[in-house]
């Protein structure tokens, strides 16, 4: 089940200055971010990989991504909440998939990063306990995060990053996914953060 947003899950921030170039406005010099490079729409499944994916919307920003913590082996991978560019692109509903290991994940960490140049931003605790939930993903298995909108917004001289959980229902999420990758559709398939699709409409909540 989608927990509801708090302010804090849809008020993520980080503040800079107006005027700057957007490259180094979304990447403050504070390191280098490795993306995980996102999977063929066409690629087969490979053995011995698992994979994680989402639905992403992406507007007015840089890069955004996810920090995939393996909670066995403690390395860290970062998935970008769509097409992970050259220069900004916005991004509507996007299905993103990487390949990571087989094992324990969660996502403890999110960041923002100039396209262009790589430069990553300083980086935010994930408060959303649903987002941040330990999951596991097997050899051959797809683990989709759920459905997510990032945005960059200037409010007189300040600059504010936000992502926001939206509601998706699992059967929704399965047929995005395979639809987004042929190839992958027949591997077993679980969501992290949908709503059951048995939920009759008056009890799902609003989208916010």
Same mark, same amino acid.
């Given at each position: @089940? !989608?927990?509801? &947003?708090?302010? =804090?899950?849809?008020?993520?921030?980080?503040?800079?200055?107006?005027?700057?170039?957007?490259?180094?406005?979304?990447?403050? !010099?504070?390191? *280098?971010?490795?993306?995980?490079?996102?999977?063929?729409?066409?690629?087969?499944? =490979?053995?011995?990989?698992?994979?994680? &994916?989402?639905?992403?919307?992406?507007?007015?920003?840089?890069?955004?991504?996810?920090?995939?913590?393996? /909670?066995?082996?403690?390395?860290?991978?970062?998935?970008?909440?769509?097409?992970?560019?050259?220069?900004?692109?916005?991004?509507?509903?996007?299905?993103? &998939?990487?390949?990571?290991?087989?094992?324990?994940?969660?996502?403890?960490?999110?960041?923002?990063?100039?396209? !262009?140049?790589?430069?990553?931003?300083?980086?935010?605790?994930?408060?959303?306990?649903?987002?941040?939930?330990?999951?596991?993903?097997?050899?051959?298995?797809?683990?989709?995060?759920?459905?997510?909108?990032?945005?960059?917004?200037?409010?007189?001289?300040?600059?504010?990053?936000?992502?926001?959980?939206? !509601?998706?229902?699992?059967?929704?999420?399965?047929?995005?996914?395979?639809? &987004?990758?042929?190839?992958?559709?027949? /591997?077993?398939?679980? *969501?992290? @953060? *949908?709503?059951?699709?048995?939920?009759?409409?008056?009890?799902?909540?609003?989208?916010?």
């Amino acid at each position: @089940m !989608l927990a509801p &947003a708090t302010n =804090e899950d849809e008020e993520h921030m980080m503040r800079g200055f107006a005027g700057m170039g957007l490259a180094l406005l979304l990447g403050l !010099l504070t390191g *280098c971010a490795t993306i995980e490079p996102a999977v063929q729409t066409t690629a087969k499944p =490979e053995t011995g990989m698992a994979y994680v &994916a989402g639905q992403f919307s992406r507007s007015n920003s840089g890069g955004f991504a996810f920090v995939l913590q393996n /909670l066995d082996s403690n390395a860290e991978y970062s998935m970008s909440l769509g097409e992970d560019g050259t220069w900004p692109k916005d991004v509507k509903d996007q299905v993103l &998939a990487v390949k990571l290991p087989p094992g324990r994940y969660a996502v403890k960490q999110w960041f923002t990063y100039g396209t !262009l140049t790589k430069e990553r931003s300083r980086s935010h605790a994930v408060s959303n306990t649903e987002l941040s939930r330990p999951f596991q993903v097997g050899s051959g298995s797809v683990l989709f995060l759920g459905g997510f909108s990032a945005d960059t917004v200037t409010r007189g001289n300040q600059i504010f990053w936000t992502i926001k959980p939206r !509601l998706l229902k699992e059967d929704e999420a399965q047929t995005a996914f395979q639809t &987004a990758y042929p190839a992958l559709a027949a /591997l077993p398939f679980e *969501c992290h @953060m *949908c709503i059951s699709p048995l939920l009759p409409p008056w009890m799902v909540p609003k989208d916010r």
